[in-house]
């Protein structure tokens, strides 16, 4: 037995996976990682480039502007002087004035003029023509000597000169580098941090799913009292009251189950230890006194009865519950189709001495699953001949009324009657009055249940009046619909 209800031994398909949270957790560190780098790396490029050329920018602007105040003629000498040694105060910058013959005209007072080593060599090389206002640009060095260049051609003191603005690149890229070293810093930080919220993050978002499957797994082993009540975020709150709904569905089914069972053996028991009394009784004592024998069979033949209709309903019940979402609804006449069941029933007026009293309106037509209305029409005929009174009467009536366009089944019997406090219970499965078990009723208390099972599933109003003493009626309101034209034709009127 255990090993059947333990869903981990048999059948079971074995996947290979990973668990939620880690799966998650993966994910975000990935993705959290993957942007940081980005912005990283695009952060680190930038800004040594534009910080660069931002700087670069500038050198020229003040080449530009120191070409035209050395070029003009008409500012005196001091104020070009004063003017070039406010930007190499103020901009960091080198400026030097050279002449065409390669005299060094600006510094002035220049101590050591072979510090300066090939300058005008160099400056020739990169701009040999001297045409006056034109401009070159270039680089130097490497490393901590790099520098950046600007030349132009001026007139200064009537001598063709060159304007030299030198820029040392090398301490501007220092302290870009220690941004950058800053930027990488922070973004490990942020990878960090990132790793570690994805962490919670993940283990957040996969509480719920393991906390339900850890509940889906206690209802596998049967346990219907657990309770799906994780409701961290949306989807998981709709999958804890499915799993609610489920749980409540198995637990019907298994309690029918088990009610199934309990009642079925009780049920079967009697018969049986009937059948099995009477037939040893006909084997040891009425075997040869024929009148005793008959007696005993028809007793045997009773409970034999008696056991088919229960196994019937038992069926009849369980195929109903599982296939009621199928209602095979189509138009029928509900006339020839009553009377066809009351023909059934026939025997009982000739060999029994019933009386089947009908009163019933000509081609009437509903919308119903025949085949169940059949079993709803049968169980309600069958309990008035099995209740009715003394005068073994019982009236069935089909009315059509106009006031709520319904056709009115009714069964009526004359039998004691239905008291109020029964009248609760007589729809309930397996509910027998105490009365019927003493009286030879043939009968499993599941007639009437199926009844309502399918009068409910097509929505028909329906009920019992009665008057204790009097008999009761058990009565069936049918909508009235038009029949198919198609059938009418074929039926002449
Ligand atoms: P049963 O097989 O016992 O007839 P039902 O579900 O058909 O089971 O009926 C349930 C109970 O309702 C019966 O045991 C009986 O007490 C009561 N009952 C049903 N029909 C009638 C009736 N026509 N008159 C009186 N009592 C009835």
Redesign the pocket.
Known sequence: MKSESNPKKKGQKKFKCRNTNVILWRYFTFFAVGIIFVVAVVCYSVLGNSFMSQQIRRVKEIGGELTEVVDDDNIPELVKMSKINEYALYDSVTVFIISERGVILYPHMFAAPEKLGNLTEEVNSYMPEWDRGAVTEYTTGEGNGKTFNYVSCVKYDNLNAKLLVRYPISPLADSVRQTQLYVILISLGIIVAAFLISYSLAEKLSRPIRDLSQKVGKLAEGDFAVEFNSAEYTEVAKLSDTLNYMRDEIKKSDDFQKELLANVTHDLKTPLTMIKAYASMIQEISGDNPEKRNKHLGVIIDEADRLTGLVN?ILITSKIRSGLGQLNKKVLNLTEFLYGIIAKFSYLQEAQGYNIMVDVDPNMYTLADEEKIGQVIY?LI???V???GEDKTIYISLKYSAEDNRIKFA?R?T????DEE?KKH??ERY???K??HTRP???????????KIILDAHSFNFGVT?EEGK??T?YVDFPAVSSIPDELEEKPE
Do not use: C, M, P
């Open positions: 309903d169980n069958s309990n008035a099995n209740y009715t069964v019997d039998g004691k009657g239905i029964e007589i729809w509910y027998r009055s009365d019927s009723v043939k009968g499993t208390g599941l007639g009437l249940n199926i009844v009665s008999g009761s058990f």
